[in-house]
Nanobody, 127 residues
Framework: QVQLVESGGGLVQAGGSLRLSCAASGGTFSIYAMGWFRQAPGKEREFVAAISRNGARTYYADSVKGRFTISRDNAKNTLYLQMNSLNPEDTAVYFC????????????????????WGQGTQVTVSS
């Protein structure tokens, strides 16, 4: 069973950048498809980005496409989310998630398919 711990959140001005990390332990990281989700106050958790086991395939929500980049380093058991051109609408708690899959190229965009979740890291973007 994999454990996930996010880090890298914080307060940033609009137009700025942050890089989130998600460290995995307790399992073989490369067997999991990974994703990032976020939840703003009073709103439902929403999909942000996903990446396949081998990192070859990625998928983004329209709201972050062209600004955010998801990546992974299987040797370091770590998932990343590079966030550029941040705006106040990006303010939320960001969660990483993992799902054990057999396909090396499958990406998962729905939260209900993920079995493992981190505790979240707060990102606040000021205007």
């Amino acid at each position: 069973q994999v454990q996930l711990v996010e880090s890298g959140g914080g307060l940033v001005q609009a137009g700025g950048s942050l890089r989130l990390s998600c460290a995995a332990s307790g399992g073989t990281f490369s067997i999991y498809a990974m994703g990032w989700f976020r939840q703003a106050p009073g709103k439902e958790r929403e999909f942000v980005a996903a990446i396949s086991r081998n990192g070859a395939r990625t998928y983004y929500a329209d709201s972050v496409k062209g600004r955010f980049t998801i990546s992974r380093d299987n040797a370091k058991n770590t998932l990343y989310l590079q966030m550029n051109s941040l705006n106040p609408e990006d303010t939320a708690v960001y969660f990483c998630a993992a799902d054990r899959v057999s396909s090396t190229v499958r990406v998962i965009t729905t939260s209900r398919e993920y079995d493992y979740w981190g505790q979240g890291t707060q990102v606040t973007v000021s205007s």
